[in-house]
């Protein structure tokens, strides 16, 4: 075997590095990292990916070191496959959000399905079950036929691969706004569940130890920015060879799943790690750079879809459905057998070797030989450079409600503009309770409820919520994200469910931007600000930067996933009200020193067509917090008919959703207000519309601001407020509310 | 005039559906079997045949991951 | 009482057709590759993709070793219950009338349905009443019954206003001319449980299964 | 040999995808269509062509609602 590759063969150059998306410096970089040799067609393939954005978090990760990553159910941090906590009893819930964003813009149902395929493949690749989906969904206003297209064929990809490999998609979010028309956002979240004992981390060990290719062949998915050096080598009119949409197979996924578990139970594998962005490249050299060894990986192992690729593009092809593990020597016939059993295919394809260097065979000859600290660890990280604009970046959006409209039609535009209207349409086209945990479907109440059955007598259950309001953090980034973080927090209170832990997306436009940097900069630090006051560190999530079209940056999205666990799932609270005679009451705003709603950046603002404001009001934290402790315990006491967070549309709407969801109405009396439109449609976080025995609710008022509007009963939602009173008949609002199924013909 | 359309997924895109015939065909004592790919079939009756192949790109077949065929059927 | 659940590759309602027959009797757990049925008194064929639903739903799955004594067994007059993919590949197989097609809509919808019971003298719904409702959830793209079948043979329909998928005469489940054999698309092992089922109707049709004296 | 098989909803079974392809199209300003059906693909590679008959009969196709037609390419 040559000992080193052939240095005597063209290299691809700077040039083509320059088109692979390295800057100048960076290449000058690896050439050093190659000990003064200018990489080949392999190396530079694999490190202009692993040096990309993308992997290397070269803009991001400064500001993530900023994060809250530590508390006492931290089971697993930033830096693995996902995240994971502890519930109790020697079981951990391991969780992650992921993107998919540009993948979907290009084939939106391939785009969302193999996002979700691989949020999945995270979360199993740690030994965890998968148990759940959400997904985070953003596009431009329905009323362009793209975004109607993108929406109808994201959501059917979704529950494409979700329905299939049989993991309930249990709650998410979708939001329609202008920004996001040449720009959609689409984010998947997944939750799994594990022994913790049973759990598997990603670093090679073992010299001498096996690495076997598991699951899909290898085709030309995906090959992206590689695709340069693609075209370099084939003539124009070779079309077959060009680098391809990328399908996923949820069948297949559903047996490396199956497989993947029942080699860990069978203690058959040292080290786990899933094939996801930049393919065997980026999993082969995180795991050996985690596990501080070399390894030697032969591409003419590696099963073909197509015959005749070349090693590069073996090595970065970005196909579906493919595990890496790494056993000992005598185990790999075990492995085989398994992969067999669940006909799945298994191949071993390289070794774990001393030198911590990452060299790549085909047979005998070695064509591509780099050092794994230097592929991976290496990578030059870049200070932003934040400025605040001068000037607004987001046109006003366009009005649909006049200001001389009376809060009669407010109130039922706000229930049927496509931010608020019934998500019905869209999640009844997921399976919500494969795997029989699911005890909130959605829209039952603000955070899905699974039960953890598994883990025998007693045994509790967690709550999940994925929140990101992208218009409010564009009117402010620190405040803004902040609010997410508490939305999603006060979801899980709802149900009574306390934070363990959280995942968030960072989607935003180009970094290099001063302005971008700005709004980075600040959505971090109030994300981390937010989740230290609320005691959910940061346990993972992913960052996806450069969401920019035509007309300007996307909103900037931070989407924030939180899983929390409730004791009772007996006792987890619903948002539709249950009870007539229950007296209503608005909780945790006071007008006074707890503050109210403002309209700023509300949902009533955006439908009147306002601009967005500079800057949202402050929020008292500390209290917030102490509000979702005392809503919180009052559902777990059982003490509360139904419990729901004040979000886009304010108190009415949040009446209202109650009412619809319990199929019952109201009477309320808001008595005098300073101005109406405020006290009925204005937004913030902390507030909450619970219902229950008048008593209950006055005793929650001896802790925290509660003010009782009226009671549940009859089929008309009444109310009273300064000289003003309104009546709707719930059908009327129903109907409203179902806007969105026109789109779902 | 009848027209059929034959829709395929493009060589090279991943036919999850070929290979799932492919593995049982020979399970079922159909052997020598190679090269399996599951498509789909549109027969429609139109009057502007010059209007097929806008029909293909914009709505029968998805053109990033499939390749179409347009015959015209002799009744 | 043994009551077996078959898993293929894909199946994935298996884990929870086992939590519900756990409720009535044993459950077993059934390999598609294993023609053994492990003396099993009943057969449940779980919902799921069974092969990824590829080809046409149920069409490769039928072809597995474990069906040949799947037939055998109700040929004999073992009580076989088909939920959702186990229904077309039950349909597929030939153990029951008809055939499932795509829902008019060609939409997957996961929803909470009514059902109403059209006999009680089948072993499945001997614990039920004529004109019954049960509440249970189907989630499915391709539920819409198509076949000749005598109406004796309709064990239930979807109540007025339930029938989301198109089904011909609202059918929602069928039997065998011997009425040992039964499928339909709603998921009775997904109400089971009032607190994960929202409501526990779908037990019935397991206890009648498990009442069942043994062939 | 190269073998293709068509397969269609058989006469007068219900064909939704049919039949939204036919909504379908005249929105998108494509006119004078009728008669649209929606069914599936199937190419092979077989050594023997006396085998498709059963093939289709057991596997492609559903006879209680699908016709199939199998036709032979020549490369
Ligand atoms: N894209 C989606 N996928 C799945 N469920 C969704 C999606 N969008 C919304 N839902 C569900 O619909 C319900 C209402 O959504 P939303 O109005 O966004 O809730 P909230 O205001 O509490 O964030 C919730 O149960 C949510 O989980
Ligand atoms: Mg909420």
Redesign the pocket.
Known sequence: MSPSPDTTASVPGIENAVALGLTRGEYAMVVQEMGGREPNEVELAMFSLLWSEHCAYKHSKKLLRTLPTEGPAVVMGPGENAGAVDVGDGWAVAFKVESHNHPSAVEPFQGAATGVGGILRDIFALGARPIAI????RFGEPDSERSRYLLDRA?AGIGHYGNSIGVP??????VFEAPYETNCLVNAMAIGLARTEDMVRSAAAGVGNVLVLFGASTGRDGIGGASVLASAELDAEDETKRPSVQVGDPFEESKLVECSLELLQSGLLVALQDLGAAGLTSAASEMAAKGEVGLDLDVAKVPLREADMAPFEIMVSESQERMLCVCEPDKVAGVLALCEKWEVNGTAIGTVTEGKRFRILRGDEVVGDMPVSGLVDDAPLYDLAPEKPSAPLYPAPAAVLGFEADVREALIALLSSPN?AS?RP??EQ?DSIVQSRTVRR?????A?VLYLYDMGEGAPSIAA?I?GNGRRVAADPYWGTVGNAL?CAA?LACVGAQPLGTTNNLNFGNPEKPHIAWQLTEAVRGLGDACRALEAPIVGGNVSLYNEGADGPIYPTPVVGMVGLLPDATRAGGLGFTRDGDAIALVGWDGGEAGEGSLAASELSKLRGEALPDGLPEIDVAQVVGVLDAVRAAVRAGELSSAH?I??GGVLVAVAESCLAGGRGAALDLGDAEDVWTSLFGERSGGFVVSGPREVLERLGTSVPVSILGTVGGDRLDIAISSLSESWPLAELQDANGALAPLFP | MRARVLIRPKAGILDPQGVAVERALPALGFGGVANVHVGRLVELDVEDEGQLDAMCRKLLANPLIEDYEIQTVTA | MKLGVITWPGTCDDVDARLAVAKVAEPVALWHGDSDLHGVDGIVVPGGFSYGDYLRAGAIARFSPVMESVIAFARAGGPVLGICNGFQILCEAGLLPGALLPNAKLRFVCRQVDLEVQTTATPFTSTCEVGQRLSIPAKHTTGCFFGDVPSEQVVLRYAPGHNFNGSQDDIAGVVNEQGNVMGLMPHPEHAVDVLTGGSADGLKLFEGMARVPVA
């Open positions: 959400l997904d985070s969904l959501v998609t249990i709650g998410g979010e979708v608020l998500r869209l999640f997921y959605p829209e039952e109440a603000d899905a919520s929140d939305e979801n967070d979000a886009e």
